[in-house]
């Protein structure tokens, strides 16, 4: 089958000299979600400087919602928790309770939003807490968590962030990285990234438990390691941008031909 195609593009040289030891040619190009995260975020930067956004514009509908977590951010920081599974959730949970970061608000994105398991969580906390369905101009501003029970709004919410957990590092592997570390924010997960390319590229704090996830997030709370560890995620991305053009290059070309 790999023969078959006219062009093969990869994403790391490893993968190149894979191909090349059974006769394939390919080309290397960096991973089109570099640009589709890029795109995302410059799209969004305007809900981080903003204080009082029009939301009646038509064209800012579809973030109506997210102007509840403008207040609810207010001029507090954020740790966000995207794509979390039980037993990130269970350091985040243990996080909010001993009161690890305490000038940080959080917001908490699970991979299951079931029902149930976000009565669990809420149970769990005990501080004040919302799910973001539950969010009005009214109670936004005297919560400390807030609970993502919908999908499609993370890669927008990260925008508000100082910093972020990815899911997924205590199961099969890390969730997507990228989504956060677009923003200039330091990126935390679990042990389990050898399936992330960028994870292991851009290792910064791996956690593996509690403790590790409390002194990872101590240090982070200092502001210039926050800021430095951030914008290195940040030129990470954006130095790997232009794999969407090259591949749409190279599509034209056999297009014409």
Known sequence: MLQSFSKIFVQSKQSSELLHSIGIDSEVTFDTRFDRVYDIARGNLWLKTNKELNFDERCFKDYSPIKFIQKFKGNSKILIAGSTWKSDEELILDCINKDVLKEYKYIIAPHNIDQNRIDEIISSIKVKVKRFSELNDENATEIDVVIIDSIGQ??????FGEMAYI??????????????????????????????????????????????????????????????????????????????????EEVNHYLKD
């Not at 993370?154 to 925008?159: D, P, Q, R, V």
């Not at 590092?169 to 935390?188: Q, T």
């Not at 960028?198 to 982070?220: C, G, I, P, R």
């Open 154 to 159: 993370l890669s927008t919410i990260y925008a």
């Open 167 to 248: 899911g997924g590092g205590f199961n099969a592997s890390v969730h997507n990285i990228l989504e956060a570390a677009i923003y200039g924010i330091p990126v935390l997960f679990g042990p389990n990234f050898k399936k992330s390319l960028e994870a292991k590229q851009l290792l910064s704090y791996t956690v593996n438990d509690f403790n590790s996830f409390k002194n990872a997030l101590l240090k982070l709370e200092m502001e210039n390691e926050r800021i430095a560890t951030g914008q290195k995620g940040k030129k990470f991305i954006e130095d790997r941008l232009g794999g969407t053009e090259r591949i749409v």
